[in-house]
């Protein structure tokens, strides 16, 4: 079987073991391989732009008990900087209601994905146990957000990677032992909203009150989240999120190999 290069405008392939947990170097190992091993275990990559990576950040919220999310235009910056450079059409929407996530995301399910390798997601916002919240503080259900994209609804995507980054809380526990701690002189903070953890602590969470086969509906998703279910997760107030920085670093590193 012929080897492919990404530089050379060949046909990239990308795995499709892993897919349950998001973990970043694996997930870009997918994206950008060289080596072609077994036909059926790689998505073919070949056209650009790559597709579509919408970007939803919401920052400003007027639900009760959900504070501004500082820091999370530096997020936006960094997916929008990292997605571009992979080949991405990049869309951001801002400041979002729950009905204005699901219009969005019903409109993006209705578009035409032939000429197109990869969708990517990114949410940006609060969230609760499988829910992020749209700027009304209303919740929006993570398969909601999936539903418009599955391979009956949206055909010309059966097949291809469906890859979601959610930074948002998934509920108010706390995730002893994995709370980072800032270098001494650091600018800004974190800082969190529900006010559970001491004083001290200065971290903001993100939380509120294939050819003649048939492809399973559910297919080809991968969602790669923030923190586990039922915890907390945590921003920067100055330099973003320690998921979406960390993925966004990740990403560059991995595309180079």
Not at 10 to 16: I, K, L, Y
Not at 45 to 58: K, S
């Amino acid at each position: 079987m012929p080897r492919a290069h990404f530089l050379d405008n060949q046909v990239t392939t990308a795995t499709r073991h892993g897919h349950s947990h998001g973990f970043i170097i694996d997930l870009f190992i997918w994206l950008h391989r060289f080596d072609l091993f077994v036909e059926k275990e790689y998505y073919t990559l070949r056209f650009n732009p790559r597709g579509t990576c919408l970007v939803i950040n919401n920052e400003h919220f007027s639900g009760a008990g959900l504070k501004d999310r500082s820091g999370t235009q530096q997020d936006e910056k960094s997916l929008r900087c990292v997605f571009g450079k992979l080949g991405f059409q990049v869309e951001v929407r801002s400041d979002l209601t729950a009905s204005g996530i699901h219009s969005i995301l019903e409109d993006l399910g209705k578009r035409s994905f032939v000429a197109a390798d990869v969708l990517v997601v990114c949410v940006l916002s609060h969230g609760d146990k499988e829910c992020v919240f749209g700027t009304d503080g209303l919740k929006v259900a993570l398969g909601d957000m999936r539903r418009p994209f599955t391979s009956e609804r949206a055909p010309t995507l059966a097949g291809k990677p469906k890859l979601f980054f959610i930074q948002a809380c998934q509920g108010s526990n706390l995730q002893r032992g994995a709370l980072p701690q800032l270098k001494g002189g650091s600018k800004g903070g974190l800082e969190e909203d529900a006010g559970s953890l001491p004083a001290e602590r200065v971290a903001e969470e993100d939380a509120g009150s294939l050819p003649a086969e048939r492809v399973a509906e559910d297919a080809d998703f991968l969602m790669g989240m923030a923190t586990v279910q039922d915890c907390k997760s945590f921003r920067n107030m100055s330099t973003g999120s320690i998921f979406i920085q960390d993925l966004c670093r990740q990403l560059l590193v991995s595309a180079k190999r």
